[in-house]
């Protein structure tokens, strides 16, 4: 079977400085797939480039044996490719159900159904039920981030594109969401996941990209990328590796 | 049925009944013998009001702050114009004038949307007074020194009236179901922040365009009902700077972004306009001046967000007072 998502040899550069060289990976369907690299590792341009709200300078993005490499952020989330943001970005004045609703009416496979239940139910499953009639704008942190999460997955993505959903959360709740993105995964949703988090990549991820600089440095299974060297090198400095 | 589903309804069912009470009292009302003046005064407070709940539709709705709706009145005013006085019937022409308006807007959106706040408004400004220009020094429709309508038959004032009464009806009906609509949704996603709707699969281009269209022939059709009263248009005067401006304030000062707000809007600012003009030709200038200070500073939602505080703190001195009663 071929991959759920491709990206071959992509570059990104920003007036002439390169973000991304010839990055290349491939992410199997059902896969938790992590995304780890020191700061300024051209994680979150990636992002945006697979999820459309940036073109890349060169290379080819294939999804589902698509080629979807100059699609606009619309498209893709209507095809099923959908991200949340790192930091978040609610629609503060409408009410944490109408921020659902809006994921729920225009995202992938929107049509029929009982809407104001379906709303409810992806509201009670991200614990967001009790501030469902609040205006986004009043939610704490991790309401926030809540929210971001539920109204991505209201629009039933099969690849569920995650920006660092922990960073700013306690333990408990780390935890809670860690737990949301495996029974997201149960449910047959692909996760690329970027996260700062050593724990939670490597808690929950089945096979880890390592960014840095721009490059891909190495990927694998987790326990693989804890150990490697190369990894350690990037992330503390070369005393640290020897 | 919860008992949310229930209020709700029973909500909507309040609302649709004060609609329709209005537009029952502005139909009856001319029965009574109002005096021409009265006439006059709702016809030109009807005509803003289009124009305010259309502006509010791009403006209040979507987000999309512009100062060119002088571009789709005056394009409205002189198609609907120059159709009658060829001799179309009026409701025709009003319909060229919408269409020639929607096109316009489509023209003017394509480009202009891809900017963003105070950007996109700069630039509505451009076109909007590019448009004057052009229009003033155009020589087929009268250039600088207007146009008049020729139209047979007598004045029937009331027949104005009606005319821009159905059309304002009209208006706050598209602006209601917009609102409360999935595509109303997609809207305000797209005010509160373009990117993150588009990542969730709101095309925001898409969504601009066409509430700008339905925004613009609404604002075409009531420049043509406009001019077909005045029976005499000038550049400077429908297609004026200050004509952008005044379909701006008034959803501002009546509430952006909801359905009554624009409506209260207009009525204001006609009433306003027509009595305060006539008795201090400058101070009106100074009052929507002070009036846009003091909204935007202590209350953005405009009159309907004035009333609604008002409304809650009756509610609580009525509370109040029950539950003293009682105790």
Redesign the interface.
Known sequence: MPPLLSVERLNKYFAGLAALKDVSFEVEEGQICGLIGPNGAGKTTLFSII?G?VSPSSGMITYSGKDVTRW???QA??AGV??T?QIT??????TTR?NV???L????G?AGGNR?GEVTEILEGVGLGRVADKPAASLCVGDQKRLELA??L??KPKLLLCDEVCSGLTDTEMNEVLELLRRIRERGTTILYVEHNMRAIMSTCDQVIVLNFGQKLTEGPPLKIQNDPAVIEAYLGKTAAD | MTAA?VRMGRFLTYRVAGWGTLLIALGILPWFGISPNLTRLLFTSLVWIITSVAWNLLGGFAGQVSFGFAVFYGLGAYTAAMRISAGIPPLAAFAIAGLVAAIASVLIGLPTFRLRGPYFAIATIGVSEAMRVLMTNLSFTGGASGYRIAEPGPFRPLEHYYTALGFAAMAVVISALIHHS?FG??L??VR??Q??????????LKAKLIVHLLAATLTGIAGGVYARYAAYIHPQGVFGFHTSVAILLMPIIGGAGTVAGPVIGGFVYGLVQEELVAAFPQFHLLLYGALLIVIILFEPQGVVGWLGKLRSFIERIWRKSAAASVG
């Open positions: 999820a709200s606009k952020s619309f989330v209507r959908a991200r943001h970005r609610p629609f503060r004045s409408m109408q609703e809006v994921g009416h225009f995202g992938h929107s104001s109204r991505t209201a629009a | 589903s999935k949704l997609s305000q996603a509160e922040d990117e993150a709707a588009a990542d969730i699969g709101v095309n925001p």
